[in-house]
């Protein structure tokens, strides 16, 4: 075989697992409990390695957050000193199978969403999606959130699921695609039915009135609680399809707010990045462009496996949020086919004709085209203390994927 | 003022009701509990007026099967020497302040969805939604279905749902139609968000964990449950713009499978009927056009008030049941604006670009421009005892609205 041939081959398996991906929300458990290689007083965040000085200011904001939820120090200033004296461990979420949305920082006691891969028994995690301390905000009511989800919604949401012996995700991602969701930034098909499955599993599971009635009021009032649940499902899926050697497909796109960067299935633990770019956004009200931090979080774990802005013509409900018209939305998604290798079978479009959504990003397609991955994801700030600020569209810095074809050239050949 | 001045002030009057109707779900009851003129032996239908004899094979069907569901008899053939010799009173559901789905059959023991129009008080009233008795399967297991119902999952309904105050269905329809719903034949986004409401009313009211259960498994298992609660919704808010002098706007479109017929706001109880018109349909497999019977059902109320077909452009998963291309789907939204008098101010779609449903069907606009509406709507056998076979669309026909406006210029010169 002669090496186009046998990247045909690896692509072929690579893009054969990410279509054969079977995820299973298994457990809902603290980080320490379930995270391998997790550590006491360690945090670990969004995107390609970053050290501590070097962080965005939102990350920052977010770390401080988790350091304060962890009852490691009390104060900003307080937090800030150990996290200048090197005494919290910081890596990133992709070194521990995991991801975690914008800031992305996970510490020992968050509980995180399990999702195994059942047909290929691998599993990953992802923490709780809410709207503040992951964009930064360190108050005592973005506290107050993740410590709700540990105490309350999370144990509940545990013992439901424990009795139901997993939930399938499959079918709910199959019915959220169909319903208007691009299952990154508009998850409101896909929350509310998997809100209906818990509904069931908390009834069946005889839990207490008080705690069953928050949880749900916790789950059917949320409409990306499941963004943390596909972006588990997208780490599971995409992690089978890494390391076959030659294989051209993208396995991972993670951003930490100064940095965008990929992984390879046929580069192993290797991290291609670029600058991290400026998201074309729509604000809330009293913030502007001026204001916007760069583009943050592992969320684009949705793209590496077709949703998000892959699948954005099928989501007309999401431009509200990220700007654009039906049909530029229909046109990224149709645009999207040039530097895929294959589409679902499952996972299809209805507002594109029910084809299928591409499949396995192609380095090689993506240099010889031009065209970057499109993205639609949340805004934070460019300092730390705030909630989220907007939302857009963005494209992966095509020299991201120029110096990962240059490192497999190098590799290969 | 001039005829077409007091035409003009009259139809704004409708519309202004239609844009403001204000549908709440209040209560779950036995027909013969809450419908206005209900009797004991009296069963109402889909459609304008129809003698026993003069039934389409589906709608006999459904007729002998709740004949049976009562137990006012035992087989088919005693059901239909009941019916022969008219010891059952049949009388059309839109004479009840009522609506049924496909044969729209509604006995007194049938506990029907109560929905008040709370800006203008008025109530209406529609019966379960189901794949079996309603299409004019009479055995074993179609009756089981309703005594289902009756027993178990409605009586739960209830309970909740009186424990609730309530359930607003304005915020659920908004979603939805968000939500790739068409609020006709495709319910699953408005059946979830349903079921998420009566999930948290369940908990709250405390009720046996069996009939919880079964009644949650029912309601997220059913992604047509929103159905019946919406044409009762399309009712309420329908007969609140009756009864206008001089309006040209449609307050009714109902089919029995043998009559297609319309109300007009300005004219009374007085309906204009046509054939009712060959489905363009899809089949389910075993069935064909041969065995197709003719349009029918009481659902067509909600592409009166502006669903169904009228926002079908936003619904492209229904496609696959009822056939046509998501460009076409569109069109069909995009038409229906040419014969109906304004938009909604909250109902938006937003694969066309978030613009408000069409509202105010004007019979001048549709005798005008030959434009009829344009409903999608299941398929029923043309003999008795068979489930739904197949979906489609068809067209209101032309001559119901020439009709209705004759009568009109004869009435108001």
Redesign the interface.
């Given at each position: 075989m002669d090496i186009k041939q046998k990247i045909e081959e690896a692509n072929k398996e690579s893009v054969h697992r990410l279509i054969s991906g079977l995820p299973v929300l298994v457990d809902i458990a603290p980080a320490l409990e379930v995270i391998p290689g997790f550590k006491d007083k360690m945090i670990i965040h969004s995107g390609p390695p970053v050290e501590w000085n070097q962080m965005c200011g939102a990350q920052k904001g977010s770390t401080i957050g988790a350091v304060i939820f962890e009852g490691w120090a009390q104060t900003f200033d307080e937090a800030q000193a150990m996290l200048d004296k090197g005494d919290i461990r910081l890596e990133p979420n992709h070194h521990h199978q995991a991801v975690g949305p914008m800031a992305g920082t996970i510490s020992p006691s968050m509980p995180v969403w399990v999702v195994e891969n059942k047909a290929f028994g691998n599993r990953a995690y992802c923490r709780q999606v809410e709207p503040k301390q992951q964009f930064g905000d360190f108050s005592e009511d973005a506290i107050k959130g993740l410590q709700l989800w540990r105490d309350v919604w999370a144990p509940t949401l545990r013992q439901a699921l424990l009795g139901m012996d997993g939930l399938e995700l499959a079918p709910i991602i199959t019915?959220a695609l169909?319903?208007?969701d691009e299952l990154h930034n508009r998850h409101?098909?896909s929350s509310?039915?998997f809100?209906?499955?818990m509904?069931?599993g908390?009834?069946?599971a005889?839990l207490p009135?008080k705690e069953?009635?928050m949880t749900?009021?916790y789950v059917?009032g949320h409409n990306l609680i499941f963004l943390g649940i596909a972006m588990a499902a997208g780490k599971a899926i995409a992690d089978a399809a890494h390391g076959i050697e030659y294989s051209t497909i993208v396995t991972a796109m993670a951003r930490n707010g100064t940095k965008f960067g990929i992984r390879l299935s046929g580069l192993g633990d290797e991290w291609f990045t670029a600058p991290a770019p400026v998201i074309d956004g729509v604000y809330l009200p009293g913030f502007a462009a001026s204001d916007a931090g760069l583009d943050m979080g592992d969320s684009a774990i949705s793209e590496t496996v077709g949703w998000g802005g892959f699948v954005i013509g099928?989501a007309?409900?999401i431009?509200?949020l990220v700007g654009g018209?039906?049909e530029e939305a229909i046109a990224y998604s149709r645009e999207m086919k040039n530097i895929t290798t294959t589409t679902h079978p499952v996972y299809r479009m209805?507002?594109?004709?029910?084809i299928g959504t591409s499949m396995g990003i192609d380095i090689r397609k993506v240099v010889d085209t031009n065209i970057t991955p499109i993205i639609d994801t949340a805004i934070a700030h460019k300092d730390p203390g705030f909630p989220i600020i907007g939302a857009g569209l963005v494209r992966a810095p095509l020299e991201c994927f120029k110096s990962a074809l240059i490192a497999f050239s190098k590799k290969y050949n």
């Amino acid at each position: 075989m002669d090496i186009k041939q046998k990247i045909e081959e690896a692509n072929k398996e690579s893009v054969h697992r990410l279509i054969s991906g079977l995820p299973v929300l298994v457990d809902i458990a603290p980080a320490l409990e379930v995270i391998p290689g997790f550590k006491d007083k360690m945090i670990i965040h969004s995107g390609p390695p970053v050290e501590w000085n070097q962080m965005c200011g939102a990350q920052k904001g977010s770390t401080i957050g988790a350091v304060i939820f962890e009852g490691w120090a009390q104060t900003f200033d307080e937090a800030q000193a150990m996290l200048d004296k090197g005494d919290i461990r910081l890596e990133p979420n992709h070194h521990h199978q995991a991801v975690g949305p914008m800031a992305g920082t996970i510490s020992p006691s968050m509980p995180v969403w399990v999702v195994e891969n059942k047909a290929f028994g691998n599993r990953a995690y992802c923490r709780q999606v809410e709207p503040k301390q992951q964009f930064g905000d360190f108050s005592e009511d973005a506290i107050k959130g993740l410590q709700l989800w540990r105490d309350v919604w999370a144990p509940t949401l545990r013992q439901a699921l424990l009795g139901m012996d997993g939930l399938e995700l499959a079918p709910i991602i199959t019915k959220a695609l169909q319903m208007g969701d691009e299952l990154h930034n508009r998850h409101t098909a896909s929350s509310s039915l998997f809100a209906n499955e818990m509904a069931k599993g908390m009834v069946a599971a005889e839990l207490p009135k008080k705690e069953t009635m928050m949880t749900l009021g916790y789950v059917t009032g949320h409409n990306l609680i499941f963004l943390g649940i596909a972006m588990a499902a997208g780490k599971a899926i995409a992690d089978a399809a890494h390391g076959i050697e030659y294989s051209t497909i993208v396995t991972a796109m993670a951003r930490n707010g100064t940095k965008f960067g990929i992984r390879l299935s046929g580069l192993g633990d290797e991290w291609f990045t670029a600058p991290a770019p400026v998201i074309d956004g729509v604000y809330l009200p009293g913030f502007a462009a001026s204001d916007a931090g760069l583009d943050m979080g592992d969320s684009a774990i949705s793209e590496t496996v077709g949703w998000g802005g892959f699948v954005i013509g099928g989501a007309p409900g999401i431009l509200s949020l990220v700007g654009g018209t039906p049909e530029e939305a229909i046109a990224y998604s149709r645009e999207m086919k040039n530097i895929t290798t294959t589409t679902h079978p499952v996972y299809r479009m209805p507002a594109l004709g029910s084809i299928g959504t591409s499949m396995g990003i192609d380095i090689r397609k993506v240099v010889d085209t031009n065209i970057t991955p499109i993205i639609d994801t949340a805004i934070a700030h460019k300092d730390p203390g705030f909630p989220i600020i907007g939302a857009g569209l963005v494209r992966a810095p095509l020299e991201c994927f120029k110096s990962a074809l240059i490192a497999f050239s190098k590799k290969y050949n």
